[in-house]
């Protein structure tokens, strides 16, 4: 099977502006064979947590050597620096806001953060408020043509990180993580992995698990349908998180959940 | 030309969240030579009516070959069976909890319904929450780079179909039906085909014919403008079903018109 | 690099609808080989003038010779004209209804529209009320494969305009224009291009520019992360427009600005 270069798009432009699309015009004007994919274009306007969870989740399920585009950038025209970071045999694109520090967290090992600065490569009628389709798309769209990665510019180290919150363990048996976002479904994903859960049970195998959140107290189920008739209840998600859901309901408008609230696990003997 | 293979996607995933992005990432990792078609991911969250009627309306305005995939699935991680339907020369893959009731009632023909067990094909860090990801996404992908569809598992008779309501002839000159589904016109889409029209009709060529909903009696229109300053009416929309609509206007907010709502054409001498 | 065509679809079918993803279905089943780009399903329903900005501001970010499909009819069925319009070595394809009144107006010179008439490259099963999929998908599909323009009927110039407010000159140092759209972040687009401003200013180029919108007087910046903490604001935006905002914030909502809102721009001494 042939091999065809793909982008992937995160941005917080919605679907009712044409700035996505736009994107794509000038992604195709340079590489008309690329398939291009959007993850999510409703990302909060400027949330750039948001964005760094949604890419660092996300980004291994599309092909090797994907070039990923994020550009979620309230600073857009002042000095902050364009990136093109290598990590995990994937290229990412975007503004050095922090909108990469799941990247930087966990892809460490062979991580290059290049901070571009080859001209010749951007749109030329550019504008100071559109960065997303003036360089961002168009460094894109040279990296599918099989561009190298130091013809972009020099390697930093000096890139803009933004603190992601990790569980915490309280004692032993207590572990505390907090909520980083909402879906849909109205459900709340936490920042707790299910290897963090694993490593908690190995102090006490046979202990209960329960899980606490906005004053309720719920048990873990190993898909949506189990929790039937018994409201708020937890799993893994499909991304390896802990995450709290009502069955054929929003878990976050019943109980007022938002990002940042706490969520804690206590193993019971 | 060329033959270009395609799938499309019909979710109740929303735009908000990177699920169908994800799957997007899913099915170009096996085949990067493939067109894949949004039809809708805002199915209102399951509502696996919605989605049955959905595919089953809109599936033959695309070419023969191609796969479609419906995501609406809230008993995701039980045991309800991944199905891969064949139809009408066109493939189908989701769960087996009634989406396909449309193809089962109408393209009973040529049907072909098998249960899908081959797990080498699904993607191998599975999860029980998104089967979308995991098992239908690639079951799609492999059928797209010419799989044959006994490759998945064997054919079952077994499967589960949903009621989707027949109008009903109440008299000679009265027929009953009801609403389906509002499109973001605000139009109401009833379950009565022109097909249905024409037989009623047949009994009195010379009749009249009255369209009766929420209290309010309406006439047949040709197309939307003809409606200009007369309220509500009605039309044969485009996927050839009655359905009723005001003018520039929302006929679904401005009477509280809902799905089940019962409408009544009356053919009068 | 070969070439690949494009067609982009502007529309105010929404996301929630099969409707765009049954275009798409029509165009693939003619050319399986076109890159397709959603430049916004979002318009405004029935808002043509909306849609006529959109396509004419940006449909220069795509290659030449892509087709543009605008598809906000709301006449479809009643006897408005399908057009195919050759501007600038762009093709654009809609109702007659003024949806390509920015091209009319600023791409003159080498200006052409057709009347579409050629049925036969029409979708045989055609309906009267969407006429995006019957009539309009398969002609820009066709135009991608390479039919030449004669082919689709004859040129006309009795074609329907609609008017786009330009901005006035009330006095030397006064100009008067427009709010023409709302953005997703709450920015007011207005009709004033940055050419405008610099007329202005040539008749006074050490005046400061003062700029009022409902009541507020602004100033101009460069980018928007340059108007921290310092209210409304006006900058030039990525398509050459002046447009009011709040960083970090929605002008539009915060003052209840609405297209059609006069701005005044002052050149004071």
Tied chains: 1, 2, 3.
């Excluded at 092909?63 to 000095?79: I, N, Q, T």
């Excluded at 990247?103 to 997303?132: C, M, W």
């Excluded at 907090?178 to 202990?207: C, H, S, W, Y």
């Amino acid at each position: 099977m042939s091999h065809k270069p793909l982008i992937t798009m995160t941005t917080d432009f919605g679907y009712d502006d044409p700035f996505a699309g736009v994107m794509k015009g000038v992604i195709y004007t340079i590489n008309p064979n690329v398939n291009i994919v959007d993850l999510t274009h409703n990302i909060t306007p400027q949330n750039i947590q948001e964005a760094a969870y949604t890419i660092g989740m996300n980004y291994h399920y599309f092909p090797k050597d994907s070039a990923h585009l994020v550009v979620v950038d309230p600073e857009v025209g002042s000095g902050r620096r364009p990136l093109l970071v290598v990590a995990d045999e994937h290229y990412f694109i975007g503004p050095d806001n922090g909108v990469f520090s799941y990247l930087y967290k966990n892809a460490a090992r062979d991580l290059k953060v290049i901070h571009i600065t080859s001209e010749h490569l951007f749109l030329k009628k550019d504008s100071p408020t559109f960065q997303g389709r003036d360089i961002f798309s168009p460094c894109a769209a040279w990296l599918t043509t099989g561009l190298d990665v130091d013809k972009f510019g020099e390697a930093v180290s000096d890139y803009h990180a933004i603190e992601l919150p990790s569980p915490v363990r309280l004692t032993d048996v207590v572990m505390q993580g907090e909520v980083i976002f909402i879906d849909r479904f109205g459900n709340a994903i936490t920042n707790i992995k299910q290897t963090d859960i694993a490593d908690l049970q190995r102090m006490q195998p046979e202990g209960a698990l329960r899980i606490f959140l906005k004053g309720k107290d719920m048990q873990l189920r190993s898909y949506y349908s189990q929790a039937e008739d018994r409201g708020i209840s937890a799993l893994i998600n499909s991304s390896g998180y802990l995450a709290v859901f009502i069955y054929r309901g929003s878990a976050a408008s019943e109980y007022g959940i938002l990002p940042g609230d706490v969520v804690k696990l206590v193993l019971s003997s």
